[in-house]
């Protein structure tokens, strides 16, 4: 299923109300760690699945990638992203991120900040990933922690004055769609167990070279109390993995 909400007006508007739609980067509380998995970006061809705004598209450049190329579904979205680039290195393409069909080898990076819990066939889209990357090349991304994505109310467990006492989770083992409230509206996820995904990305022929859970920044945290009640479950999986230089994977 290709759900597209960021076009409907009342979402995307709310949607550009969130910190990270007005401060970028810096307001994601993953970034950081996001960030340091990484690789040197400079000469690089640089893939960017569900770029939203451009942030890492533009970052991409900053670090001297030799080229980018943003993939989104949304319209509003890519209008958002041109509006705030003025690179030609930087080509936006308007389709699904389960539709990329890029050249064996096109690219040297292909990175995805929380864009992969919307899509149903994951190890599909893994496998075409490793196709378009490089001998050498990596693949980091960042999803909704399936701890995070579990159950569909997605919320804590309150007490009877409103205190948070703790982040149920349930149904874990049950793979599949979620419909959820994200900005008051019902939206499309699908969630998959911490095995699924690594297993996915080693079948489709990776090596996984990290996998983090990532914290908010102490500077976050200072700037608001209620970000510390993140540490008490995690929201986020950050997974890096490598495309061996060596041979293809056996297609037996």
């Not at 909704?144 to 007490?159: K, L, M, N, V």
């Not at 908010?216 to 009640?229: I, L, W």
């Amino acid at each position: 299923m290709k759900q597209n909400k960021y076009d409907d007006e009342s979402f995307f508007l709310a949607y550009q109300q969130m910190p990270r739609s007005i401060r970028g980067l810096e307001a994601a509380g993953e970034w950081q760690e996001l960030r340091s998995l990484l690789p040197d970006l400079r000469s690089k061809r640089v893939l960017d699945l569900g770029c939203g705004y451009g942030w890492h598209c533009r970052y991409a450049r900053e670090q001297q990638a030799s080229s980018v190329v943003g993939v989104d579904l949304s319209e509003k979205m890519l209008q958002k992203a041109r509006e705030q680039t003025n690179d030609p290195a930087i080509a936006y393409v308007q389709m699904a991120i389960e539709d990329i069909a890029f050249a064996d080898g096109e690219f040297d990076v292909v990175l995805s900040s929380l864009a992969l819990h919307y899509v149903e066939a994951f190890g599909a889209l893994c496998q075409k990933v490793y196709d378009c990357l490089k001998q050498g090349g990596t693949f980091l991304f960042s999803v909704e922690h399936p701890i995070f994505t579990s159950r569909a109310e997605q919320d804590w467990c309150y007490g009877p004055n409103g205190e948070r006492l703790h982040w149920p989770v349930d149904d874990y083992q049950s793979e599949g769609v979620r419909v959820t409230s994200f900005l008051d509206e019902n939206v499309i996820k699908y969630h998959r167990t911490i095995a699924t995904y690594m297993n996915d990305v080693i079948e489709a022929g990776f090596v996984i070279k990290a996998v983090r859970e990532p914290k908010p920044p102490k500077e976050m945290m200072q700037q608001d109390v209620r970000m510390k009640e993140e540490l008490r479950r995690p929201m986020m999986l950050i997974l890096s993995a490598e495309k061996p230089a060596s041979q293809k994977r056996s297609t037996e």
